[in-house]
């Protein structure tokens, strides 16, 4: 199974910028899809980007323009631009990756235990 490690959190003021991180570790084959989910107090778990093994990518349009997705395949890593961070940007994050143990193997979804992010002044 892939363990998820996430870092770079923190407080940070509007219009400031974050560099989110994420380190795959643990018996793999291969991941394929990563991705970074946000959840704010009272609502739902939501998407905000994803990013292939090939490095095609998904933005939320809410973070569109704002936030980019990208990895190091080399590094099993993801990572978050979020630049021009907004108070409604304020949430748990989390990474997530979908990843197989052999080359046959069903795909498996791994998460992180999130990192906090808070846009305030």
């Known amino acids: 199974q892939v363990q998820l490690v996430e870092s770079g959190g923190g407080l940070v003021q509007p219009g400031g910028s974050l560099r989110l991180s994420c380190a795959a570790s643990?018996?793999?084959?291969?991941?394929?899809?990563m991705g970074w989910y946000r959840q704010a107090p009272g609502k739902e778990r939501e998407m905000v980007a994803d990013?292939?093994?090939?490095?095609?990518?998904t933005h939320a349009d809410s973070v569109k323009g704002r936030f980019t997705i990208s990895r190091d395949n080399a590094k099993n890593t993801v990572y978050l631009q979020m630049n021009s961070l907004k108070p409604e940007d304020t949430a748990i994050y989390y990474c997530?990756?979908?990843?197989?143990?052999?080359?046959?193997?069903?795909?498996?979804?791994?998460w992180g235990q999130g990192t906090q992010v808070t846009v305030s002044s």
């Open positions: 643990g018996r793999f084959f291969s991941i394929n899809t």
């Open positions: 997530n990756a979908i990843s197989q143990i052999s080359r046959t193997s069903p795909s498996f979804l791994s």
């Open positions: 990013i292939t093994r090939w490095g095609r990518t």
